[in-house]
């Protein structure tokens, strides 16, 4: 048990569908971050939220992409018209307390046929 | 150039030996280094910090860290099977906002 719950564990979908991911928290943690894992890559930043506020977008986030944060505490991440690159694991990540180091959830491994 | 440098291995060693694993990096505003696991097809476990230079020891890790040369590593001492993994540095810049900026990870395999 990580302290994150992650939704769907694994999705396969065809290129040019939407797909919508989910991540929520056990407990109450104001800070909220997504990343995105390729093949033999490390995590790379996608954004993050503070409450229900995202306060930063990476340009690797297009605008096929977006996140949302309604309530200051699960959070979902859609993609829009899928494409074969966007084949990955899409990582959420708690921070709970400042300075302290997030933890990451299991993750969606999403998968573009 | 990317900012976190990280051999991917693989590194394949018996069970028992000591691991060195390292990353180099290029910002010098990064403050905080971290190292992460992560087994196959699970999310990254958190497994040392540090802030700023220094060694840090937990167990059978040692994280260092030499600012000057921009250059961290984690020591594995008695390494065991179940270290089977690949190991991820990470870090960031200071302030409580995460951005954590990961190397490419390596590929620990240690052989019973």
């Known amino acids: 048990d990580t302290g994150v719950s992650q939704d769907p564990r694994h999705k396969i979908t065809k290129r040019g569908q939407n797909v919508t991911f989910r991540c929520d928290p056990i407990s109450e943690h104001n800070r909220l971050y997504w990343y995105r894992q390729t093949l033999g890559q490390g995590p790379e930043f996608l954004t993050y939220?503070?409450?229900?506020?995202?306060?930063?977008k990476s340009r690797l986030l297009s605008d096929r992409f977006s996140a949302e944060r309604p309530k200051g505490s699960f959070s979902t991440l859609e993609i829009q018209r899928t494409e074969q690159g966007d084949s990955a694991m899409y990582l959420c990540a708690l921070q709970e307390l400042v300075n302290t180091e997030a933890f990451f959830g299991q993750g969606t491994r999403l998968t573009v046929v | 150039q990317k900012e976190v440098e990280q051999d991917p291995g693989p590194l394949s060693v018996p069970e028992g030996a000591i691991v060195s694993l390292n990353c180099t990096y290029s910002?010098?505003?990064?403050?905080?280094f971290m190292w992460y696991r992560q087994y196959s097809r699970k999310g990254p476990e958190l497994l040392m910090y540090t802030y700023s230079s220094g060694n840090k020891e937990d167990g059978r890790f040692t994280a260092q860290v030499d600012k000057s040369s921009k250059y961290i590593s984690l020591f594995i001492r008695d390494s065991q099977p179940s270290d089977s993994a690949t190991y991820l540095c990470a870090m960031r810049h200071s302030g409580g906002y995460q951005k954590v900026t990961f190397g490419t990870g390596t590929k620990l395999q240690v052989i019973p």
């Open positions: 939220f503070q409450n229900e506020a995202q306060l930063e």
């Open positions: 910002n010098s505003a990064f403050q905080y």
